[in-house]
Nanobody, 124 residues
Framework: QVPLVESGGGLVQPGGSLRLSCVAS????????IGWFRQAPGKEREWVSC????????YYADSVQGRFTISRDNAKNTVSLQMNNLKPEDTAVYYC?????????????????WGQGTQVTVSS
């Protein structure tokens, strides 16, 4: 089992910002491709962003492009997701996932390891 722990969720007003963190324990995060996904009530899990273990390359869903930024902090063994200009439709449980993939994939089933999720609520 590869422990991943997300944090940083919360309640924020539209237009606000949050920074989610995904801390890896027991393995070196930069040896894994890390993806962020989200799931709103009654909806399927949706890919949000990803950072590959090679180069690394970053990718974003169209719905968050220009508002979210994914990054690694190798010293802290952490991958973060900076979320700006949040919208009510960003409300969901956010999950990070890891896999020793060479590059990113948007398919949840391609990732072997998952965190427990952190709730993000955007509401006035």
């Amino acid at each position: 089992q590869v422990p991943l722990v997300e944090s940083g969720g919360g309640l924020v007003q539209p237009g606000g910002s949050l920074r989610l963190s995904c801390v890896a324990s027991g393995f070196t995060a930069n040896a894994y491709t890390i993806g962020w996904f989200r799931q709103a009530p009654g909806k399927e899990r949706e890919w949000v962003s990803c950072i590959s273990k090679s180069d690394p390359k970053t990718y974003y869903a169209d719905s968050v492009q220009g508002r979210f930024t994914i990054s690694r902090d190798n010293a802290k063994n952490t991958v973060s997701l900076q979320m700006n200009n949040l919208k009510p439709e960003d409300t969901a449980v956010y999950y990070c996932a890891a896999d020793p993939l060479l590059d990113c994939t948007v398919v949840p089933g391609d990732y072997a390891y998952w965190g427990q999720g952190t709730q993000v609520t955007v509401s006035s």
